[in-house]
Each structure stands twice: as C-alpha cells, then as structure tokens.
C-alpha cells in the first residue's frame, strides 16, 4: 500500500517530474512483482529487516549493514541487484592517531 498525501508543486516542470518519478517507482514495482512472482506487500516485507547499524569510535565512524536472510540474497540476486556492501561507509577521525 502506498501512502498517497497532497503533493504542492505549482511549476509545471515539477508536476511533470513528480509524475515520471511516481511512474517509474510503479513500472519497478510491476517488474519486481512478475520476476519474483510475488507481491509488493510480501517483497517489502522480506527486504524490511535489512539495517544499516552505525557506530563511532575513536579511530572514526563505521556503518555496517546487517547479515542478509537466505530470502533476501535469493531476491536481490532474482532481481538481478547487487547485495548491500556488509561496510557501507567509514569515515576516519580526524582525532585518529598516525598508522591507524
């Protein structure tokens, strides 16, 4: 189910963009529902569990996706997508000491 709520564009550029952006969200989901030969409701659920956990340290700051279900992995490789990197991102310290 899609949370459908007032949109406030007045530029036709911008109505003209929300349209094409609502199409191809609905044209992916169609493409996902018939490759994977289930519903939208049940692919969002299967995929809700996926975090992306973040930490700081004193070397820097980690983010870290968590493990995929056997589900998930077999989605993402059915739909042909690539599986989220396990390190999404590391930002070192500046406060960080040389070598590290």
């Not at 952006?21 to 995929?47: G, K, N």
């Not at 996926?50 to 930490?55: A, N, S």
């Not at 996706?65 to 993402?76: A, D, G, I």
């Not at 042909?80 to 590290?100: R, T």
């Amino acid at each position: 189910m899609v949370d459908i709520r007032p949109v406030y564009h007045h530029l036709d550029d911008r109505i003209r963009a929300h349209v094409l952006i609502c199409f191809i969200a609905m044209v992916l989901v169609r493409v996902a529902e018939r490759t994977l030969s289930m519903s939208w409701r049940d692919i969002a659920y299967t995929l809700t569990d996926i975090r992306v956990g973040h930490t700081k340290g004193p070397d820097g700051e980690l983010w870290l996706t968590s493990p995929l279900s056997e589900m998930q992995r077999t989605l993402f490789t059915m739909l042909k997508v690539k599986h989220p990197p396990k390190v999404w991102d590391f930002k070192k310290s500046k406060k960080a000491p040389i070598g590290v």
